[in-house]
C-alpha cells in the first residue's frame, strides 16, 4: 500500500483573514477554484466570526457557496462560538473548525475569554454538531508556543488535547504552531505522546516564521500525522500572534511529500499556477520556496 497525506488548504482563511484592504469576494472564489483545480480535496474557506472583528470575512457565505459547487470537495469553515455555529450549521460547509488556545494569554487575545469560558461553550457546540450530523475540526492553538508565554510545556498542552479528546474520540484534532517557532524534535514529541495515549486522528497546522515549516511537517509526518495544513503562497499570519507570519506553502509541503514518495492527489503545474495567485493578492504577505525554484518549476515534465 502506497503512503499518502491529505493537505487542507486554508490559504482562503487563514491566508487571507489578516489581509487590511478587503479582497473582492470574486478573488477570493477564484483562488478556491484554483487551489481546487490543482487536486486539493479539502480547504479552509472561511470563517464566521463578527465583521467587526475580522472584517475580511465578511463574505465567507458567498464565497462558500461558489466552494460547494466544486466536486468532491470538503469545505470547513471556522467557528469561534455559539453565534458562529448557528451562522455555519445551516451554511452547507461539511466541518466546522473550533478553535480555542493551549495558553491563557493567546486565548484571551484571540477570544477575549479565558480558555475556561472557551472550553465551555466549544463543548457544548461538539454536542450540538454531532446531533446535527456535522464534521467538527478542534484546532488547539499555541500548543508548542505562544507569542506571550514563549514555550509550552507539553504537559500543559496535553492535558488540554486530553480533555478535547473526551468530548468525542472520534474528531479529528488539530494540534497549532501558531507562531512558526515549534522545535522539530517538540513537534514529533508532542505528536507521538498524543498518539500513543489516545490513538487520535491528530493534525498538524504548521506557520514557517522561523523557517521551520516543512521540517516541522517532516518531524509530523514522522511521528504517525497524516493530515496537515497549508496555505497555496504561503499566505498567512496571525493578527494575535505578534511577528507569525504565512502558514507553510502549500506546494512546499507537496514538495517534501513528492520527493518522500508520498502520494497528495495534487497536480504539480496547477498548483504552482494557484500558490502563484494566491501569492499576487494585493496586501497578502506571502512565502514558501518552491515558486521560486526554476527547477522546481520544471518538475512536472520530469519523472517523479
Known amino acids: 500500500m502506497s503512503l499518502a497525506a491529505t493537505i487542507s488548504d486554508v490559504a482562503p482563511r487563514d491566508g487571507l483573514q489578516s489581509i ?17 483545480a490543482a487536486g486539493i480535496r479539502r480547504m479552509e474557506i472561511g470563517s464566521f466570526v463578527s465583521p467587526r472583528a475580522v472584517p475580511q470575512m465578511a463574505d465567507t457565505g458567498e464565497v462558500l457557496k ?11 469553515v471556522l467557528v469561534p462560538n455559539r453565534r458562529g455555529f448557528e451562522l455555519a450549521a445551516g451554511s452547507g460547509a ?28 466549544l463543548s457544548a457546540i461538539v454536542r450540538d454538531a454531532r446531533a446535527a450530523g456535522l464534521l467538527v475540526r478542534f484546532n488547539l492553538s499555541t500548543v508548542f508556543h505562544c507569542p506571550f ?18 468530548l468525542d474520540p472520534s474528531m479529528e484534532i488539530a494540534l497549532c504552531d501558531t ?12 505528536f507521538e505522546k498524543a498518539f500513543a495515549s489516545w490513538g487520535q486522528r491528530f493534525a498538524f497546522h504548521g506557520h514557517d516564521t522561523y523557517g ?14 497524516r493530515i496537515f495544513d497549508s496555505a497555496s503562497g504561503g499566505l498567512g499570519g496571525c493578527p494575535f500572534a505578534p511577528g507569525a507570519t504565512g502558514n507553510v506553502a502549500t506546494e512546499d509541503v507537496a514538495w517534501l511529500f513528492r520527493r518522500m514518495g508520498v502520494e497528495t492527489g495534487i497536480d504539480w503545474d496547477r498548483l504552482l499556477e494557484a500558490a502563484d495567485l494566491a501569492a499576487t493578492i494585493p496586501g497578502g504577505m506571502p512565502g514558501g520556496r518552491m515558486r521560486g525554484v526554476p527547477a522546481a518549476r520544471r518538475a512536472a515534465q520530469q519523472a517523479a
Open 66 to 76: 461558489a466552494a460547494l459547487e466544486l466536486p468532491g470537495l470538503e469545505c470547513t
Open 212 to 225: 521551520m515549516g516543512v521540517a516541522n511537517v517532516s518531524a509530523a509526518w514522522a511521528a504517525g500525522c
Open 94 to 121: 461539511q466541518r466546522l473548525g473550533l478553535f480555542m488556545s493551549a495558553t491563557e494569554s493567546h486565548n484571551e487575545a484571540n477570544l477575549n475569554r479565558t480558555r475556561e469560558e472557551s472550553f465551555a461553550d
Open 149 to 166: 508565554e514563549g514555550v509550552v510545556p507539553d504537559e500543559e498542552a496535553l492535558d488540554w488535547v486530553e480533555r478535547i479528546v473526551a
Open 179 to 190: 507562531t512558526g517557532n515549534a522545535a522539530p524534535d517538540q513537534v514529533r514529541r508532542v
Open 20 to 36: 487590511g484592504g478587503f479582497v473582492p469576494t470574486e478573488r477570493k472564489i477564484a483562488l478556491v477554484r484554483a487551489i481546487h
